[in-house]
């Protein structure tokens, strides 16, 4: 069974820090791994989608590895922002088309 | 992006009626749908599989008929919360994925049962 674990569970960090948030997943019989934002009460926002095939996504400040061998995957935050605290969540689609998800991190960054 | 909406966003209902969410797809069919269940601070857990023209697929602990799935269109798939009591109070998201791509969610349903 698939499990997907986050670390760390909460982070909280001054304007302007780089962070790195991690995924690690047992079953590396995945076809894509998705980070995604919820902010309080909403929805998700898909933030970046790496296949299996691929290393890596970038879109802005963010980048977002993948290696599927070991089971891990990084978001890095650049030059954070009071507007990016919200919770990040990471999530891999196994065959069968069914997303698992991780218990996300609660990113709070302080003005 | 695919643009996935779920109505509606928020519904508090009596101990006892049912409760009826709704999750489209509004510019890509989708076979397939899913219904996720999220508690207070935790992740997202699947509740079941939506399969147009067929019978849903429900994870294991999640009774198919206290929620009940209808997927009757390839762009729309309900949940019926039956005979809702104040346990099921909780925030409900659909999602979609046209095969092995992006997932997309719907804004998701705050359901509170008094």
């Known amino acids: 069974k698939q499990e997907v674990t986050q670390i760390p569970a909460a982070l909280s960090v001054p304007e302007g820090e780089n962070l790195v948030l991690n995924c690690s997943f047992t079953?590396?019989?995945?076809?894509?791994l998705q980070w995604f934002r919820q902010d309080p009460g909403k929805g998700l926002t898909s933030l970046l989608l790496i296949q299996s095939s691929q290393r890596e996504q970038t879109s802005g400040r963010l980048n977002a590895s993948l290696d599927k061998s070991s089971g891990r995957s990084t978001l890095y935050i650049a030059a954070s922002q009071p507007g990016d605290s919200a919770t990040y969540l990471c999530a891999v689609l196994e065959y069968g088309n069914k997303l698992v998800f991780g218990a996300g991190t609660i990113l709070r960054v302080k003005s | 992006g695919a643009v996935v909406s779920q109505h509606p966003s928020r519904v508090i209902c009596k101990s006892g009626t049912s409760v009826k969410i709704e999750c489209r797809s509004l510019d890509f069919q989708a076979t397939t749908m899913f219904w996720y269940r999220q508690f207070p601070k935790q992740s997202l857990m699947l509740m079941a599989t939506s399969n147009e023209g067929s019978k849903a697929t429900y994870e294991q602990g999640v009774e198919k008929d206290k929620f009940l799935i209808n997927h009757a269109s390839l762009t729309l798939s309900t949940l019926t919360v039956t005979s809702a009591h104040p346990e099921d109070s909780s925030f409900y998201i659909c999602?979609?994925?046209?095969?092995?791509?992006?997932?997309?969610f719907g804004q998701g349903t705050r359901l509170t049962v008094v």
């Open positions: 999602s979609a994925a046209p095969q092995n791509t992006e997932a997309f």
């Open positions: 079953d590396s019989a995945i076809y894509n």
